[in-house]
């Protein structure tokens, strides 16, 4: 076995292990919230402070991974991930679940952004669609597979219980990344034969000069701005409400939707990754971004539960491919040497688009209502993907077979 691959099947577990935890406490984050008595509007903050913690960390840990190694980044975070959520399950107030929220963000933001300049360090642009797709597959899968057990875990056990389950899969994961994934920052350098180990590299504003003067590259951090604020603001904050109130389904039941949904994902995310590398990136952005907001107009006039479930399949699907693809998209677009501070601000983008929907969505819900948002939603989804179909460049495209 390469090197390569074995690094990718303990990213694989490292994130699997990360983010089941993760998604086990989705159906019941803005219960929970809404246990301290609060609006719509701040059960977003609830969901937003996470992302604001992980946009503030996401260049400076692409950065300083880039000088003390990934290895070491990803376990920090892994800590501070599991003690950030186990004070969130031991939260007596509002205040204080949200100064907790903020420091498993900040967890959170080092183990991501540090995983995908993992990713673009041992692979090339030729195999990085499907590489990618892999690791999110899996990524999106326990995502998705998490709101199952951690549903059921919140019936019996109580809201707080799946903030537990996550600090114990955060610090497992921790363990993982120190004792199990090789450190690769070597990778980079062999990899393109063309970086200098010695050499000084730019500054980190000089490096984020270099990026945000592409078009190409400014938009496909659009991509990933929206996105997260759909995933977020819709589908983490208003969906799981919306289906107990409207279909009157049960938290297990919402969960179980989100659960089929990952699993079509992880089915179509290396045929994804692999049409990405074979006919670009942007043969299946625009595609995937367009789906996702369809979606979210499908939760919203969704008459049963059997829609709904069908709106988590297409959301899943999209989802999973609109991960990868556009993470491939920027590490190609990456100069080489600078892979970290460049995955690092297309990380920041998400982030802040992780911070921004909930709280602006959640405020829409409060003034007009939850299908306005999510119809709003799914106009922005289409808007930039047809923006990034018409203005980016095309990043990769091998006609020949891989």
């Not at 992302?51 to 000088?67: H, T």
């Not at 998705?144 to 019936?155: D, H």
Request: aromatic residues 10%; charged residues 10%; proline residues 5%.
């Amino acid at each position: 076995m390469t090197d390569e691959r074995r690094v990718l099947i303990w990213m694989c577990v490292l994130v699997g292990i990360n983010q089941l935890g993760f998604g086990a406490m989705i159906p019941s984050l803005p219960l929970y919230a809404q246990s301290f008595g609060v609006s719509a509007s701040a059960i977003g903050m609830a969901i937003g402070v996470y992302g604001l913690a992980r946009f503030f960390v996401a260049v400076p840990a692409g950065y300083i991974s880039d000088s003390i190694g990934r290895r070491p980044m990803l376990a920090i975070g892994g800590l501070v991930s599991a003690i950030g959520n186990l004070w969130c399950a031991w939260a007596t107030s509002y205040p204080e679940f949200i100064a907790a929220r903020f420091i498993a963000g900040a967890g959170a933001g080092l183990i991501v952004t540090t995983g995908q300049i993992v990713l673009a360090d041992i692979t090339v642009p030729a195999n990085r669609g499907r590489t990618l797709a892999i690791y999110q597959g899996t990524f999106l899968f326990a995502v998705g597979i998490g709101p199952f057990p951690g549903g059921l875990i919140a019936e019996h056990f109580g809201l707080r219980a799946p903030f537990l389950s996550y600090g114990v899969a955060a610090l497992l994961a921790s363990l993982v990344a120190w004792f199990a994934v090789k450190e690769t920052r070597k990778f980079t350098d062999h990899a393109t034969g063309t970086i200098d180990p010695s050499a000084k590299r730019p500054g980190i504003l000089q490096q984020l000069r270099l990026f945000a003067g592409g078009i190409g590259f400014s938009l496909v951090c659009l991509i990933a701005f929206m996105n997260a604020v759909v995933r977020t603001g819709g589908l983490f904050s208003i969906i799981p409400v919306l289906a107990r109130e409207r279909l009157g389904v049960s938290v297990t039941a919402i969960g179980f939707g989100l659960m089929l949904g990952s699993v079509a994902g992880l089915i179509a995310s290396y045929p994804g990754g692999w049409v990405a590398d074979r006919y670009g990136r942007k043969a299946v952005i625009v595609p995937v971004t367009v789906a996702t907001g369809a979606s979210m107009l499908l939760f919203t006039y969704a008459p049963n539960y059997h829609w709904f479930i069908l709106a988590c399949l297409i959301w899943g699907i999209s989802a999973s491919v609109d991960g990868s693809a556009p993470a491939a998209y920027a590490a190609d677009v990456a100069p080489p040497g600078m892979q970290g501070v460049g995955l690092g601000f297309f990380r920041m983008m998400g982030d802040a688009g992780y911070v921004i929907g909930p709280l602006s969505l959640g405020v829409i819900v409060d003034v007009y209502g939850a299908n306005t948002a999510l119809i709003l939603s799914a106009i922005l989804l289409v808007g930039v993907g047809l923006a990034f179909w018409i203005g980016a460049p095309e990043s990769h495209r091998s006609r020949t077979k891989t």
